[in-house]
């Protein structure tokens, strides 16, 4: 409940706030929405010596087009990502898998950098980045670079982002075809047990291409190559299923108290075809 | 005063909006973390992270020289302040094992949680920062922490000096079981599991200390349901003189029963207010509550019936073992006694056998929590009887109806007990009706017959529950250690407002609504003009607090009776003023006339004017319009009703969805339709918490694996369906209004009917029994099993 002692600042800019990570050392930590990192903090699970406050750095948040990609500013809140009619028509899985994260006060505070920064297999808006191709941008001390969302998640809450390094943006291609988010939760707040993101795109009621993002099915969000492959040409609910059967050939994802391994497999199985079959709809 | 146009209002079963509301929905409610005295330090608790641990060091000296901290001490350090350990109040057999608990651990901790040092320090901040650094070294110890685990050969033993983990078996026997089960031709044998609930009342606990030194007095704001209760018992256990400790329970956000208790931190913030002579405050993280507050349920259950060929159940055989945890909390051991006559429903027959044991294990204590003992009880009947529906084949609606008590007054149970007033058939018809049930049957057969993968399913609880705890005399024969009465003070203001102080300690539930509407109606006064005191011992010196849904059938009565004789004085007075006898009088909205002359009038508060001035009163009759009345209970008050649950299954998933809900409840009279709604929808939904979402889950080594709302899957609004709410009315004849309790009714009435109406939608596949609570791992993995593996 009481956070062990920690040094504040708010960061005024990026360079300021990249300036204040390299001052504060190894053991700062950038504060986004905090929905992520003030839990672990109650409960002295983790430890920041300095909380560099971002949320106020108004220019990491926006979204934005440019030509082919929408481009999606950090400090962007969950409903915001929700509510743009933008993002909506350019990259409806993003939205849409915004509208299904915690609640309406969790969206409200809560970002797409601090999400996806924070690396957690069970957050719902990685496995949609990794179905999108996405790119997301980082400035650091030397400058820009950017990672494809398929190498930026490198295990649990481990990701390619280094110290005194800030995630400024996520860059999306913008989305042809179908798409739709599922997830199998407990209660309405929850992380999801599986969560499947897909994007689909479809000619003649024949699937030409399919990407199959997966949620908590391991230690990182997985790409579902198996099914993807098996998914080009089905068409209809029993050759659908079939692809969807295919993410048995995945490494074995991780049990719970909710979910064993096989039933874990066998949600994520059911959520593949229902969601290929809502973005073909 | 305009009398002659007053009109008899009566608020009494009227929708009245709760006086409480303003005041709390705004922000402006006064709760113990809120509270701050002058010179006020902080205490934080050192806890076991192991279940089972001998002490073997405290080395408090880093965690002394933080910063802010006034003393640090160890359960060794403060063993001679306790009078006594901490109080249990219901020894319900002579032979009762009730070990020492001391409110910090002296030597032994018995469960993860258990406080084994204290830190006081300037803020709340430094004390917790400093409780890190105290350092305890432990012996770890081989833990046990479910029932049959403990009571197995060779377990370990939760208290060395205990030959086994054993506290007490209890036993009731009505009738010749044996006989009855002799000549049966259908026995149901069922087992089933109560999980262990936690009870998150949304306040977690907290308590403050203010000491007098000067006067060796001692004030405690605590977050109680029982604030005169807790008065004696801080008394006792800290060796204060009982006149010396006040006791205010100020606003508290809910306790479920888990703050009818006396805790480890109230004690220990009393006795160290007065070592330090200076006030004392703790308040409970939520993760602290988690296990440092009481747990509900934990019982494993055995329930056999006898029944005839046609289903008329002739006997009943309840066995039942309650985890008691690792001590035993203020009433834990009765708690299963409150269920032990509820075996047998709604239902009749010739014969019944109770058996319940408690056992120690290395968890949490359990005690009291919503229902308490009560739901357990009728989850097993409930259950039970739609086993025997399937064995002979009758519907579950036909079953109820051939085993119901009659109608009536005073009808004898199987259990012993006379149930004041029952009318089961007309409640369940009720049900049935605004369900439409061959609807519901109707649509279920098409979905089974198309291969539906959503099947549907429908439950049945048709129950009954004993509250208004209770009549003294009866709590006396099963060894509970106090009375069961209520008391209220009613007074009359000089500018005609009335103050009604009231022993009961509302948490939640609206008594100052509803002891407004009552007293507004008894004394003819606007219900704007009552205001209702409680929860200060200083206050309201009388109580016995609020639990076991007996606020209303107790205290509100003692409200109804006292207002009753202020009105009995007023007419002697207005009669003296008026110059004619009290039988010419007649009272009627708050207004006495004479019979007959129907201008000559004097109003109840032009009579609390006279009574208050004493310039003309009858001969002999006391100044002021006050009166005070102690009511104790004849009977409890047996509330009953019917719950219907249709829920449907995706068995690809497992997942269980309630796509209907209805509660046809009688509490007998109502007071107020909108807090009993409310209660109806809170104890409903807690109810569908067990049967879908709650467990608490311990590891082998006694760490509670639950110990965050992230896993202890608390529901919310969003996981509720739609309630459907009627009542019929039965009024009860163990009290002049005629009502029941309703507080626990919702949670008595709902965890069986989610559960029958799930193994309902999965009969045909031949699953007969799913544990609660029903996750879809165990709903998906039951159907698998069914299906033989095939997916």
Known sequence: MIPSPFEYERATSVANAIELLSQGGEDSRLLAGGHSLLPLMRLRLARPSLLVDIGRIDDLRYITSEGDHVVVGAMTTHHELADSRELGEACPLLAATARQIGDPQVRHRGTIGGSVAHADPASDLPAALLALDAEIVIEGADGSRSVAAADFFQGPFMSDLRDGELLSAIRVPVTRGGASYLKFQRRAQDWAIVGVAAVVESEGGAISRAAIGLTNMGGTPVRAGAVEEALVGAGDETSIAGAAARVDELDPPPGDDQATPAFRSHLASVLIRRAVASAMA | ????????????????????????????????????????????????????????????????????????????????????????????????????????????????????????????????????????????????????????????????????????????????????????????????????????????????????????????????????????????????????????????????????????????????????????????????????????????????????????????????????????????????????????????????????????????????????????????????????????????????????????EMVQSPGGLAFDSTDYEANLDRALEILDYDAVRAEQAARRSSGSSRLLGVGFSTYVEMCGLAPSQVLGSLNYGAGGWDAATVRMLPTGQAEVVTGTSPHGQGHVTAWSQIAADALGVPYEDVLVLHGDTQVAPHGMNTYGSRSLSVGGIAVHNACGRVVDKARRIAAHLLEVSPEDLEFEAGTFSVKGVPDRTKTIQEVAYAAWTAHALPEGEEPGLTAHHVFDPPNFTFPFGTHICVVEIDTETGEVEIVRYLAVDDCGNVVNPQIVDGQVHGGVAQGIAAALFEEASYAEDGTLETSSMLNYLVPSAAEMPAFELDRTVTPSNSNPMGVKGIGEAGTIASTPAVANAAIDALSHLGITDLEIPLTPLRVWSAIQDAKGGAT
């Open chain 2, 1 to 408: 005063m305009a009398t002659a146009e007053k009109t008899a209002t009566r608020y009494v079963g009227g929708g009245v909006l709760r006086k409480e509301d303003p005041t709390l929905l705004t922000g402006q409610g006064t709760f113990v973390e809120s509270i701050t005295v002058p010179g006020m330090l902080h205490a934080a608790f050192v806890r076991s992270p192991y279940g089972s641990a001998e002490i073997t060091g405290v080395d408090t000296s880093a965690a002394s020289a933080a910063p802010g901290v006034v003393a640090v001490f160890s359960g060794e350090d403060l063993a001679d302040e306790w009078a006594a350990g901490l109080p249990m109040a219901w020894p319900v057999t002579d032979d009762i094992r009730i070990p020492d608990h001391w409110p910090v651990a002296k030597d032994t901790v018995r469960h993860v949680g258990e406080a084994v040092a204290v830190v006081v320090a300037g803020t709340r901040a430094q004390a917790a920062d400093a409780a890190e650094l105290v350092v305890v070294d432990y012996d770890e110890r081989p833990a046990v922490v479910d029932i049959e685990s403990a009571r197995a050969d060779g377990a370990p033993k939760v208290h060395e000096q205990y030959e086994n983990n054993d506290s007490y078996t209890w036993t009731l026997t009505n009738g010749d079981v044996d006989a009855a089960f002799a000549k049966a031709d259908v026995i149901v044998k069922e087992r089933y599991t109560q999980p262990r609930l936690i009870p998150n009342a949304i306040e977690p606990r907290a308590v403050l200390v203010r000491p007098t030194p000067a006067a060796s007095d001692y004030t405690v704001w605590s977050t109680t349901q029982i604030p005169h209760i807790a008065k004696v018992l801080f008394a006792l256990t800290a060796g204060i003189p009982e006149s010396k400790v006040r006791v205010i329970a100020p606003d508290v956000g809910g306790g479920f029963g888990s703050k009818l208790n006396i805790y480890a931190e109230e004690i220990a913030c009393l006795v160290l207010a007065r070592r330090l002579g200076a006030p004392i405050k703790w308040v409970a993280a939520r993760s602290e509550d988690y296990v440092a507050t009481i747990h509900g349920r934990d019982q494993i259950q055995h329930i056999e019936l006898a029944a005839d060929a046609e289903g008329k159940i002739l006997g009943y055989r309840a066995n039942i073992f309650a985890n008691m945890g690792a001590y035993l909390q203020l009433v834990a051991p009765g708690v299963p006694l409150l269920g032990a006559f509820l075996f047998c429903g709604t239902y009749g027959g010739e014969a019944y056998h109770f058996e319940c044991t408690g056992v120690f294990t290395n968890t949490t204590p359990t005690d009291a929590y919503r229902g308490a003992g009560r739901p357990e009880a009728t989850f097993a009947i409930e259950r039970a009887i739609d086993t025997l529906a399937r064995e002979i084949g009758v519907d579950p609606a036909e079953i109820r109806r051939r085993n119901f008590l009659p109608k009536g």
